[in-house]
């Protein structure tokens, strides 16, 4: 690595509070500095973004660039780059961290080329060995793990959500915070409208339990059983991509390498196969319960309990259970 030693945190935030996925790069650039002996700075644009600097020291970040206005309500490369480009300039990084949306996998490839580097995509593990960063990044649709080196710097890395465990907050913990100019000036492109689709209930990468249908949860009737299954657990409703596909579910279900990565205590795998795309989403479940007519169907390999039977004949005792355990319990 280059005589640079600090790490840059771009994060984001929602409802002007920073994403989970924020506090996970902190706990990787936390141990990346503790390598390099660099300190660790963040970005965050954003509007109504409250006390989210103070937030992102507690969770490890020695300095917060922080701009809060109208002009960061919605991100908009023009008006972000000119920002990340001086504090890139005034202290060097060797690593920048970008999370893998779809707001970094825009970001991430223009900052690297503006700084005339290189990026990697879709990372889950960085780490430095004999003082050169390598990262380790799904490939062959999630089949397999590829580790790569860098030759130059600062490397731009993408890191995937739940793939990184964020620090402990410590509320007494003190750090830097400039504030960055609001005003971005005249850009090329500008947002005409911007639709927010709001979503009830636990938020899917949230979820301490996931009940997620495949093809073999036979259809829309079949989401209708995993809601009631997620209902009873407190959880919240998944899918694989031929679920979504054939619009049994809603897009925003999707998990898997081109959806959303979840990391719940508790998965149900009802009617999946296993595929890699598809565990490249929720192999970090701590426990995975597969329900799937195939004794030889791959998510078994995967999962910790295993059911072999059709879901519309597994899931409405299963559920009936539950509901008199949680009776029982009084919960």
């Given amino acids: 690595m280059s005589a640079a030693n600090g790490i840059l945190v771009i994060a984001e935030a929602e409802g002007g509070v920073p994403t989970d996925l924020s506090h996970e790069m902190l706990g ?19 509007e109504d973004l409250g006390d989210s600097a103070e937030t992102l020291i507690a969770f490890g970040a020695d300095c917060v660039h922080i701009g809060d206005g109208p ?46 580097t290189t990026v990697a995509t879709a990372c889950v593990e960085a780490e430095i060995n004999d003082g050169r960063l390598q990262a380790t990044r799904p490939c062959y649709g999630g089949a397999a793990r590829e580790v790569i080196s860098f030759k ?31 005003d971005v000036g005249v850009t090329r ?17 949230s979820a301490e339990v996931v009940v997620a249908g495949g093809r073999g949860i036979n259809g829309p009737e079949g989401f209708k059983q995993a809601q009631e299954l997620a209902d009873v657990l407190g959880g919240a409703v998944g899918a694989s991509r031929v679920a979504c596909d054939l619009e049994w579910c809603p897009p925003s279900y999707q998990i898997g390498l ?3 990565t979840v990391a719940p205590e508790l998965y149900f795998a009802l009617g999946i196969s296993g595929a890699g795309q598809h565990m490249a989403g929720c192999g970090n479940a701590k426990n995975i319960v597969a329900v799937n007519t195939d004794p030889a169907a791959e998510i078994f390999k995967s999962s910790r309990f295993g059911i072999v039977g059709d879901c519309r004949e597994v899931l409405p005792p299963l559920i009936e259970e539950l509901r008199k355990l949680k009776h029982e319990a009084g919960t």
Avoid: C
């Fill in 28 to 46: 990787l650039a936390r141990r990346l500095a503790e390598t390099t002996g660099g300190t660790v700075e963040t970005v965050l644009l954003g």
């Fill in 71 to 116: 002009g960061y309500a919605a991100y908009l490369a023009e008006a972000w780059l000119p920002n990340l480009m001086k504090i890139a300039a005034a202290a060097p990084p060797a690593v920048i961290l970008v999370g893998h949306t779809s707001m970094g996998g825009d970001l991430a490839p223009r900052l690297a080329f503006r700084l005339g």
């Fill in 152 to 182: 130059t710097d600062p490397a731009v890395l993408t890191i995937k959500s739940k793939s990184q465990v964020a620090p402990e907050r410590e509320d007494n913990r003190h750090g830097k915070v400039v504030r960055l100019s609001t």
């Fill in 189 to 205: 492109a500008r947002i005409i409208e911007r639709k927010i689709k709001t979503t009830t209930g636990i938020r899917l990468e």
């Fill in 258 to 260: 081109s959806g959303r």
